[in-house]
């Protein structure tokens, strides 16, 4: 079975990705690295735009060479700055409802992190297989109150900062809509993570980017168009592009 992402015109879109943007800090991301300060870890680190930040992450991943190489601090240092990369929904570890918060179940987060990317280090891009990537997933998603949509940022930063590692990208609410939309005549359970970055894969080869920029420009371009909480064309565009007929034709299937 082939699954398929929609034909967007990906070059123009990977650099409207405001979460990459190398001019501002926005709003949102600004919100989701107050919440993620909470954990006591990243108050120190100032930024002036998020590109500054992708940045901070990529290197700090990228300074040692094996998964034990990192200080409990540094790996929950680099999980809570992916967590405020991702904006205001990164505050359940941090601000739950009923259970204790990030900074006060230390060993359970340090535990499952450590274990996941343990497993994202062994992960090879010539023979990985899609029950190693669904098992690292699940992995993440053993930390308290970290679901899919941001287990698969942890697996996007890591991934893509790694050498040797296969490409993995982010696979939130927006993606899903996005990737259900475009083959919506498969049922929705057989449309998994790892059909998704097959079909990216497949995409960043014909354009010649990275997965992750297929994804980014996927987010933008859905961002643009679409709301969040639901498949539903808005009536202002921030952006005009001619990929507005496919987000038309999309929103009608």
Not at 7 to 29: A, M, P, R
Not at 88 to 103: D, E, G, L, M, Q
Not at 147 to 157: D, P
């Amino acid at each position: 079975m082939s699954y398929k992402v929609p034909d967007i015109d990906y070059k123009f879109w990977h650099h409207k990705n405001k979460f990459y943007s190398d001019t501002e800090l926005t709003k949102n991301v600004s919100t989701g690295l107050d919440h993620a300060s909470r954990g006591g870890l990243i108050e120190r680190y100032d930024f002036d735009s998020c590109m500054d930040l992708v940045n901070l992450i990529e290197n700090k991943i990228r300074n040692h060479k094996a998964p034990n190489d990192h200080s409990d601090d540094e790996i929950l240092t680099i999980f809570d700055l992916i967590q405020g990369w991702g904006g205001r929904t990164c505050r359940k570890p941090y601000v739950p409802i009923k259970n204790p918060p990030r900074i006060e179940r230390k060993s359970e987060y340090i535990t499952a992190y450590r274990d996941a990317i343990k497993m994202i280090y062994a992960l090879d891009e010539k023979k990985y297989t899609e029950e190693e990537i669904n098992d690292v997933d699940n992995k993440l998603q053993e930390m308290p109150l970290v679901g899919q949509s941001y287990s698969t940022k942890h697996l996007c930063f890591w991934s893509r900062s790694l050498p040797n590692c296969p490409n993995l990208a982010i696979f939130d609410t927006r993606m899903k809509q996005m990737f259900y939309s475009c083959n919506f005549s498969i049922a929705k359970e057989k449309l998994n993570y790892v059909e998704f970055i097959n079909a990216l894969n497949t995409k960043a080869f014909m354009m010649g980017l990275s997965t992750y920029e297929i994804e980014a420009a996927l987010f933008a371009f859905s961002s643009n168009y679409f709301f969040n909480d639901k498949f539903i064309l808005k009536d202002i565009y921030e952006i005009e592009h001619l990929d507005l007929k496919i987000a038309k034709h999309l929103a009608n299937l």
